[in-house]
């Protein structure tokens, strides 16, 4: 990542450059690939490198390549939007699974994208392209689309004023029509995305609210876009979102019976 601020980036900004230039298709990388992806000097990559090798942080392979070390792991696993709410949703997540044996997600915000928490994935269920710790844009997929709805205004309109990405020729790109499904989620409770990320899948998702209330993520199935009527698999999953939102203290959920 190259800095076009005039500010010299600080210590903070390149050691976090470094943690970033490694992607899903590059998870490992040499040093000076390092060098050339953060623009950073190869000495000074070279020096910050080592320090988060000596951490945990990075770990050297064999082949002289650097991979992303289990330190970051541990300290992630930390966050109270991923391994906390991932072990309060995995009972319900894997209740839904085995009564469908389709694609089962578990995501966050983070705008203007969503974080795949978890996935449960069957051998026959539809190729998807999101994985756990991945990221897509929340206009384009199910979990997206009701964490907007649910979001602070301010954040709605940061997400409806900017290019919305089309993945598909399905994907909503348009803000006025993404306004008027963001209002049908919050009218409805769940939202169906008709291949708006793949052609060849649909998915229902639902909301999960935690102690407060307040949304704080989203669950999602995915089915093949030919498969059975989306519509047929709203119950269960509303009914696995309340269990996990019954699990976290959501005073809505712990009102409604079982």
Do not use: C
């Not at 390149?14 to 390092?34: N, Q």
């Not at 939007?81 to 949703?89: F, H, K, S, T």
């Amino acid at each position: 990542m190259r800095h076009t601020s005039a500010q010299a980036p600080s210590v903070v900004d390149r050691v976090l450059d470094v943690l970033a230039a490694f992607t899903p298709d590059r998870p490992a990388l040499t040093l000076s690939e390092l060098s050339r992806r953060t623009g950073l000097p190869l000495s000074t990559t070279h020096r910050i490198v080592g320090e988060l090798s000596r951490r945990g942080a990075l770990e050297r392979q064999e082949d002289g390549q650097y991979r992303v070390g289990l330190w970051l792991w541990e300290v992630a696993s930390l966050s109270p939007r991923g391994m906390v709410l991932r072990d309060a949703a995995m009972p319900f997540l894997e209740d839904l699974y085995e009564a469908t044996h389709e694609n089962v997600q578990l995501a966050v915000l983070d705008v203007p994208d969503v974080v795949y928490v978890e996935r449960i994935s069957g051998r026959n269920a539809v190729s998807i392209v999101s994985r756990p710790g991945g990221r897509l844009a929340a206009h384009a997929t199910g979990v997206g689309l009701v964490l907007l709805a649910f979001a602070p205004a301010e954040v709605q309109e940061q997400v409806l004023a900017a290019p919305l990405r089309r993945y598909t020729p399905k994907t909503v790109t348009v803000a006025e029509e993404l306004r008027r499904v963001l209002a049908d989620v919050r009218r409805d409770g769940y939202v169906i995305s008709d291949r708006q990320v793949e052609m060849v899948s649909a998915s229902v998702a639902a909301p999960v609210y935690g102690a407060d209330d307040a949304v704080v993520a989203a669950i999602s199935i995915v089915i093949p876009a030919t498969g059975p009527d989306p519509r047929s698999m709203v119950p269960a999953v509303r009914a696995a979102a309340r269990g996990i939102s019954r699990t976290l203290g959501a005073p809505r959920a712990l009102r409604q019976p079982s």
